[in-house]
């Protein structure tokens, strides 16, 4: 079973902000919605299987557009099912929790997260073949590099977003590059994604909307589909590739939550 290793890698850009504001230079005070909070959920269908998940991001500094120390909590459930000689059907639960910090620029912001996270995987009937069965907790990383759209409205979108997680080797990589048209993204998309007993490739498209439905909610809507390739251990001991390979689609929707205070721009 061949084992993906990545890294996730970022390239800070920073343009300095020289301004004058109640005599003391370089510094303008603004009145501003400060998003404190966000949360998000999802649903990723692919054939043979569907996971539904949640979360929440607390900025414990109470502002996601600064640096600072970030708390994630998530938690998801899903089912798969898989032929080998006979038939399974799998309850997946899913939950973690991690502390992480961000960096934010004018035209990118730098996340790392780290913490707990516990997988089951609920194989019926009992499969001695397949690795990737019963509960394990494991210690779990997570990260991106996202051009910003919520401050600044830039003409181009790139994300690279991953996680990995001791806990049956789980890992997902996800990249993005688009065009941002008024607060319309749309573009081209590719994943890494698997376990100990599986790995699969993704390509495919995305569109996303912002729009603010009232001064302190921001949301955002995220939809993306293409075809996902599959492989699996040779021999086909535990979960096929045949089961895997197919049209995949997601959608996601997020709420950012903010209030009306002032605030000193980036610098």
Known sequence: MRAYKWMLAAALISLPIAAKADGMPGVVVQDDTVYSRMTYSGLDVSKNSWESYSGIIFALNRDLSRDGFMLRLQGSYGQYDYENGTHHDVDLWQGDVMIGYQKVRDRVEVALYAGVDVLDHDVSPV???NSVSGSETGFKVAGYVESRTTDVNLPY???LDGAYSTAFDTYYALGRLGLNRSGTIFGVEGWLLGDEDWDAQRLGGFVQ?????????LAQ??????????DADPGCGGRCAADWEGAYATVNFSLF???HRRREPLK
């Open 157 to 159: 979108y790139f994300l």
């Open 209 to 217: 909307w912002e729009r603010n439905l009232r001064p302190d909610l």
């Open 257 to 259: 939550f903010g209030d």
């Open 221 to 230: 809507l995220t939809l993306s589909a293409g075809y996902q390739f599959a």
């Open 127 to 129: 499969d001695p073949s």
